[in-house]
């Protein structure tokens, strides 16, 4: 097989400068996307308020030359409000749907926990089935399809947790954190952040996008590294502290992950720090901590310091 190397991928890595150039200081958070987006997958950035949650989406919808839409959700919003609904055509003398803000290739759900369940629940189809039903009817959504969700941490006020269910969809979970002191006076004299985002031109089509998604879905992955990744899934399933383990979807996710990350690395072939990297993004959000084991710590760091005492135990594949 051959070292990926196409002008497609040259794009990519100015895609990756470009984030970069708005986003200082968070080179993983960046390359994380970057892993969401080529391999099929929807992030989920996590971090309190003004951290530069919202101006990452931005700068990839505008890096991106695709169909852009954001929903700011709130705790009175319907599910009608994101996937559209059904108004009666006099004129016709039928019902005609009228298409809601999902019908697009980026969609940010900007603070998706401040909404309530039954909101949240009408993007599990669309996440999972690249389609929505409305009156018993299927529409398909544009390829490609990405939803980047931003979210509060759950202590803080008037947020709704997201069920198990909606963050089994969600491939990678990024934590924004504050940014160090360099980066930051960077932000404050424009020279970063939202400051610069008119300046940001499209590196990619969403053709480019596709190529590259097929792409790395060709990347080769050894038995031996398969093996490696099962056994650190079962041993969550396994572990005393966790009331649920990884799922199918999730061992499958970080298959697909772990192929994105190899290809942005210029490689043909996973190694096993692909699969390393990414399981705590990957898998993290989708472990229940047991109450019996619940510590002081957030739900968030316990569930990372668990993984990380999982991947230590087992065996890395030479």
Not at 225 to 245: K, M, N, P, W
Not at 263 to 273: A, H, I, N, Q, T
């Amino acid at each position: 097989m051959q070292v990926p190397g196409s002008q497609t991928l040259q794009r990519a890595a100015e895609l990756e400068r470009s984030l970069r150039s708005i986003i200082r200081g968070k080179d993983d958070v960046v390359r994380l996307a970057l892993v969401a987006i080529l391999a099929r997958g929807h992030l989920l950035i996590e971090g309190v308020p003004g951290v530069g949650k919202t101006t990452l989406a931005h700068a990839l919808a505008r890096a991106i030359d695709c169909n852009f839409r954001r929903v700011q959700f709130t705790s009175d919003m319907l599910p009608s409000d994101v996937l559209g609904i059904s108004v009666y055509s006099t004129a016709e003398e039928r019902f005609e749907f009228k298409r809601g803000p999902i019908f697009t290739n980026i969609l940010l759900a900007d603070e998706i926990n401040r909404t309530t369940p039954k909101t949240q629940s009408a993007l599990l189809e669309a996440m999972n089935e690249r389609q929505v039903t409305v009156d018993g009817r299927p529409y398909p959504l544009p390829q490609p399809f990405l939803v980047i969700a931003t979210q509060n941490p759950v202590e803080h006020h008037g947020t709704y947790p997201l069920p198990e269910s909606q963050l089994d969809r969600f491939l990678i979970r990024a934590r924004m954190g504050y940014p160090e002191a360099g980066s930051e006076r960077e932000i404050l004299r424009g020279q970063a952040g939202a400051a610069r985002l008119d300046e940001l031109r499209p590196v990619l089509t969403a053709e480019d996008v596709s190529t590259l998604q097929q792409e790395a879905a060709g990347i080769q992955v050894e038995e031996s590294l398969i093996d490696y990744s099962l056994a650190i899934v079962e041993r969550t399933r396994q572990h005393e502290q966790l009331s649920l383990g990884v799922s199918p979807r999730g061992a499958l996710m970080l298959y697909h992950a772990a192929q994105a990350m190899a290809l942005l690395e210029g490689r043909s072939f996973c190694v096993p720090d692909d699969f390393k990297k990414l399981v705590i993004p990957t898998f993290a959000h989708r472990l229940v901590i047991s109450a019996r084991y619940s510590s002081t710590l957030k739900r968030a760091e316990q569930a990372e310091q668990i993984l990380r005492e999982v991947v230590d135990s087992v065996p890395v594949p030479v």
